[in-house]
């Protein structure tokens, strides 16, 4: 069965103190890992796309990397703004390729 | 351009009651998802439709039917609301192509 793990649940942060999230991840061949970026009362928002092992994407202070196991998603200098709720997902190579598999979340709470 | 269009925002049912969700978009996907989220659950899939006339059942089907008449609507049943079905539905679309979903807003359902 096709597992992702977040961690940690919950972090909080001060503005300018950077800091990586976890993802770690059971699949059957992994098609593609993709992060996204929920605020409270609203819909995910996709970050990225990850491929391959060593892969990397950036965009301003977040960069996402993969491994064969899990995935990072690190933060650099953050600012309250970027507080919200991260959730990772995998999709698998094989069966029901159509479908992500997504992990519990981290929410981060940067203070300023 | 809208995006995806999810009705209503909030709804409060009595146990036993009936309802429809409706998900639309106006990006011409192929592909959509009906989600429920729940505190400490992440976001499960309940069903998704590959095409207009298409549908599949996802991780959490039972107590829910879907319908995708037309390519730009997808809509989620309850024939006979219970309270475990109080949650967080969020509604999904993407092109045939990667897998990155665009979410709708959300639609937060309690059912008495």
């Known amino acids: 069965e096709d597992q992702v793990t977040q961690s940690p649940e919950a972090l909080r942060l001060q503005e300018g103190e950077s800091s990586s999230l976890n993802c770690s991840y059971t699949?059957?061949?992994?098609?593609?890992l993709f992060w996204y970026r929920q605020d409270p009362g609203k819909g995910p928002e996709f970050l990225f796309t990850?491929?391959?092992a060593g892969e990397e994407k950036e965009k301003e202070r977040l960069k996402a990397t993969l491994t064969k196991k899990e995935s990072f998603l690190h933060i650099t200098a953050p600012k309250p703004e970027d507080s919200a709720t991260y959730l990772c997902a995998v999709q698998a190579a094989q069966g029901g390729s159509e479908k992500l598999v997504f992990g519990k979340g981290t929410k981060l709470t940067v203070n300023p | 351009n809208a995006g995806v269009t999810q009705t209503p925002k909030f709804r409060v049912l009595k146990t036993g009651q009936s309802m429809t969700l409706l998900c639309a978009q106006d990006m011409n996907h192929e592909y959509m998802y009906w989600y429920r989220q729940d505190p400490g659950m992440g976001l499960r899939l309940i069903h998704y439709s590959v095409g207009e006339g298409t549908t599949a059942k996802g991780e959490v089907p039972d107590g829910y039917n879907v319908s995708r008449l037309k390519k730009q609507n997808f809509l989620l049943g309850l024939e006979s609301a219970a309270p475990s079905q109080t949650s967080v539905y969020f509604c999904?679309?993407?092109?045939?192509?990667?897998?990155?979903?665009?979410f709708g807003a959300g639609t937060r359902l309690s059912v008495l």
């Open positions: 990850l491929y391959s």
């Open positions: 699949v059957s061949g992994l098609r593609g």
């Open positions: 999904a679309s993407r092109t045939g192509g990667q897998n990155i979903q665009y």
